[in-house]
């Protein structure tokens, strides 16, 4: 395994979550004879060597699931894992699209909608700026205000996330979209998981902004916050619902941003077969 690793596999992380454990000195989660890594969060490293005579036995899963980082992260490190695992027992779980930016690049090929969108909010006094953590509740709230209209719920408390925070407060950006009359029009929590690589968790844009579509602004503020701080690359996620099902609405939108596809996978391994031959 690459020496950096996510945070998702950090001994901070796998405190916070009480579902995590530790097998084998891998950070993941026991499911139903499954061992996910790295069980909560985005995306583990890449596949460490396993000498499957000094494993340590129980708990026994018969499989492991790990999921690699997207592959735009490092195409290098993905063609070496594919080379890998065509002479061994890793097999194909799953494979999702993902969007992200290429932070080196100047510009993107933003939808002729949403570039419009983007100047009407400039030209209304629409501005983006950072969140204090300690404002993090109001950033939350608002998320959480988008779902709720649309039907939806987080996946986090607010707990679960103020903890997050300020367990990683290093990690973690937030940021705002106001209006002259600094009344919130768009939010989002970004966090930097690895040293030149942020993700967007959560963003929204208030209920009552959504004509306005700011999140096209909000987008485009965190981008040059990211660069500027020497971050190359940011990802926005699958565009996938919760079964893993593409989501047609959610790709275009994410491709009217600008984004470029990739994708992430996560393989599996049968344990006692590896283990045993059999």
């Not at 790295?38 to 460490?48: C, H, I, N, Q």
């Not at 209209?149 to 106001?178: A, H, W």
């Not at 999140?215 to 919760?242: F, H, K, M, P």
């Amino acid at each position: 395994m690459t020496s950096t690793l996510p945070i998702f596999q950090s001994p901070a992380f796998v405190e916070l979550h009480p579902r995590l454990t530790y097998w084998n000195g891998i950070a993941g989660k026991f499911e139903q004879n499954i061992f996910s890594v790295p069980g909560l969060g985005s995306f583990a490293g890449w596949l460490p060597t396993l000498n499957f005579t000094e494993l340590q036995y129980p708990p026994f899963p018969d499989f492991v699931h790990w999921t690699l980082p997207p592959i735009f992260y490092n195409p290098t490190a993905f063609l070496k894992t594919i080379q890998s695992i065509s002479t061994s027992l890793w097999k194909w779980e799953k494979i999702e699209s993902t969007w992200y930016f290429d932070l080196t690049e100047k510009s993107f090929e933003v939808s002729h909608g949403n570039r419009k969108k983007i100047q009407q909010c400039l030209s209304s006094g629409a501005t983006i700026q950072r969140v204090p953590l300690s404002n993090w509740l109001s950033v939350y709230e608002l998320i959480s205000l988008n779902r709720k209209d649309k039907g939806y719920t987080l996946s986090m408390s607010p707990k679960q996330v103020e903890e997050m925070i300020f367990t990683f407060p290093n990690q973690t950006r937030m940021f705002e979209v106001v209006n002259p009359q600094n009344q919130r029009l768009a939010a989002a929590w970004v966090l930097i998981p690895m040293a030149d690589y942020a993700q967007v968790v959560y963003w929204a844009h208030h209920p009552s902004a959504e004509a306005l579509s700011p999140v096209a602004l909000l987008c485009e503020g965190i981008q040059n916050y990211c660069r500027a701080e020497g971050i190359t690359y940011l990802d926005l996620g699958t565009a996938t619902t919760s079964d893993g099902i593409p989501n047609a609405g959610l790709t275009r939108f994410k491709q009217n941003l600008g984004a470029l596809p990739s994708l992430k996978c996560t393989l599996s391994l049968d344990i006692k077969k590896a283990a045993y031959g059999s």
